[in-house]
């Protein structure tokens, strides 16, 4: 069993940066796809990035393309969301997924082991 724990939220102004850990209590974590989410309010939740257990492969939802870059650090079981130039739009709770093998995964359904979330609101 995998356990996820977002960190690296907060409150920025419109332009600003942040970025989110994903930490993950599994020692085996580098065997897994990692995905991150974002859930704004009244609206479902929507897939942002993913990398796989290598990192040698991204992906990124338009919205965040050119802005947000995922990477991560198997040797601290760690993966890393690194949003730049935020925008309001972008306020959401963030939630970092993961899945054993395979490559890059879009549907959160794809997705076994998820995060509390962590909290970003980005004021005009």
Known sequence: QVQLGESGGGL???????????????RTFS?????WFRQAPGKERE????????GSITYYADSVKGRFTISRDNAKN??????????????????????????IRI????YTYWGQGTQVTVSP
Do not use: H
């Open 12 to 26: 920025v102004q419109a332009g600003g940066s942040l970025r989110l850990s994903c930490a993950a209590s599994e």
């Open 31 to 35: 065997m897994y796809t990692v995905g």
């Open 107 to 110: 549907p959160a359904r794809e």
């Open 47 to 54: 897939f942002a990035a993913a990398i796989t257990w290598s």
């Open 78 to 103: 760690t993966v890393y969301l690194q949003m730049n130039s935020l925008k309001p739009e972008d306020t959401a709770v963030y939630y970092c997924a993961a899945e054993r093998y395979g490559g």
